[in-house]
């Protein structure tokens, strides 16, 4: 069993900059794959970024390539998202998940642990 708990989220103005943590707890933490997921107002969940058990694989989602950067530690048991450039498109409940499995996936039914959710919003 893995419990996560993200943080970090807040209000931000566009151009500005968040970063996002997930706390995972459980010893099998490095042998899971971890992704972040959003949803924004309105909408179905989507893919945003995932990183490999080593983290030296990662993905993401088209719409925030080059803006958001995943990365995890651990000797910390946690996985962060950087997001710059923020956009008020940008504005969801942030999850952070994780999957019984070493490499990436960009597929919700991957995953087999969530997060809570965090709110990111970004003001115009």
């Known amino acids: 069993q893995v419990q996560l708990i993200e943080s970090g989220g807040g209000l931000v103005q566009a151009g500005g900059s968040l970063r996002l943590s997930c706390a995972a707890s459980?010893?099998?933490?490095?042998?899971?794959?971890m992704g972040w997921f959003r949803q924004p107002p309105g909408k179905e969940r989507e893919f945003v970024a995932a990183v490999s058990r080593g983290g030296g694989s990662t993905n993401y989602a088209d719409s925030v390539k080059g803006r958001f950067a995943i990365s995890r530690d651990n000797t910390q048991n946690t996985v962060y998202l950087q997001m710059n450039s923020l956009k008020p498109e940008d504005t969801a409940v942030y999850y952070c998940?994780?999957?019984?499995?070493?490499?990436?996936?960009?597929?919700?039914?991957?995953?087999?642990?969530w997060g809570q959710g965090t709110q990111v919003t970004v003001s115009s």
């Open positions: 459980g010893r099998t933490f490095s042998a899971n794959a």
């Open positions: 998940a994780a999957r019984k499995s070493w490499y990436t996936s960009g597929a919700e039914g991957d995953y087999d642990y």
